[in-house]
């Protein structure tokens, strides 16, 4: 009897779980292997369904694969003319101009019970799909350009091993950002960009123990970072903020003398977690009655002028300049830290950082 004749089913779906999802769809040459299949835990592998081939054999799949643990679903390519079901709540005027497409049930991931990454890129999608939120063991969340998906983050209760939540330009996202403390003990990156109906207080996520990442730039979310304590984000390595957080990224001030404040409340925390507020800057708004003529533009993202402050950091000394938008144009550094006496290895440091910025 040959070796392979004498495994079980156990086995084999052991070594196919070394395999890709193709390599075993292949390698199912009798009933015990069909078998096998049917258990095995699929690697996660960057499967996308992006064709009508492919997703015929996502629904193959779907039952010889039950256990397959990454899927992506993507517009699919120079198919004009076919679409996915439409859910609850759909767009009607959408609706009517894919009324003659050829649908294709979405609803078919539902039988992939242990997906642990989910990927909706361009996805063509048409109103709320309640099972999409559905998976227990999910790890990983990305959502992005799905212009018709209708959703709320409260509907992430239902992946309750969530870690990495990626949502980017979703125009129909709502909920606030206390909806994710459901997650609190499992999230370790929130991404929530260019979602402009999303709100909530950034500070609702400073306790989450295991937060590395926090990007919420474009969104409806508001704060404070003056209100960060040394207990709050205790893990988390980087953190953006919309403008509508008072020292968020590209926050507007309303006059010049703002700036002082406003560059010392990011300093405080920027001198113990440098990291944190990387790339960070404001500008003075284009309302403001500071506003001066002769800037070359009155749109602030085309002027030269130094309406935009940023932090600069020359050895250990930090401090801020205005500069324009571009980061050209700069004027000369405020600092915030004492210069580092002369004597100390650090003043050599300082003097040629210094000179660096200065070009």
Not at 282 to 308: F, R
Request: net charge negative.
């Amino acid at each position: 009897m040959h070796s392979l004749e004498r495994l079980g089913t156990d086995e084999l779906a052991n070594i196919f779980g070394f395999l890709p999802p193709k390599d075993i769809m292949w390698a199912r040459l009798n009933k015990r292997m069909v078998e096998a299949a049917k258990k095995t835990i699929v690697p996660i592998t960057d499967f996308r369904v992006d064709s009508v081939r492919k997703y015929n054999a996502l629904v193959a799949m779907s039952t010889a694969l039950p256990n397959l643990q990454q899927i992506s679903l993507g517009h699919h390519r120079n198919l004009y003319g076919h679409k996915y079901s439409d859910g609850e709540d759909r767009d009607e005027e959408w609706a009517a101009h894919r009324a003659n497409f050829i649908t294709h049930d979405i609803e078919i991931i539902s039988r992939f019970r242990k997906l642990r990454s989910l990927e909706l890129v361009l996805t063509p999608l048409n109103g709320r799909y309640p099972f999409l939120f559905s998976f227990p063991l999910l790890h990983k969340l990305n959502i992005t350009m799905c212009h018709h998906l209708k959703w709320n983050l409260e509907m992430l209760a239902g992946l309750p091993l969530l870690k990495e939540l990626n949502c980017n330009d979703n125009d129909f996202l709502t909920g606030n950002l206390n909806s994710l403390s459901v997650l609190k003990d499992t999230l370790t990156k929130v991404t929530i960009m260019d979602c402009s109906n999303v709100q909530g207080n950034f500070m609702d996520l400073a306790d989450f123990p295991h937060l590395k990442k926090v990007y919420l730039d474009e969104t409806g979310v508001t704060g404070d970072i003056r209100d960060i304590g040394k207990q709050d984000f205790q893990t988390l390595e980087s953190l953006t903020l919309p403008s509508g957080v008072y020292g968020g990224m590209c926050y507007e001030f309303q006059h010049i003398s703002d700036a002082p404040d406003l560059a010392m409340a990011v300093y405080s925390i920027y001198k113990q977690r440098p990291t944190l507020l990387e790339k960070w800057c404001a500008m003075l708004s284009e309302h403001s009655p500071d506003w001066y003529d002769g800037i070359g533009s009155y749109d602030v993202y085309e002027s030269t002028a130094p309406l935009c402050i940023r932090l600069v950091q020359a050895g250990s000394r930090v401090g801020y300049r205005w500069e324009s938008v571009d980061s050209q144009h700069p004027c000369e550094v405020i600092w915030l830290d004492p210069e580092p006496q002369r004597e100390s290895i650090d003043y050599e440091i300082y003097i040629e950082a210094f000179q660096e910025i200065q070009l």
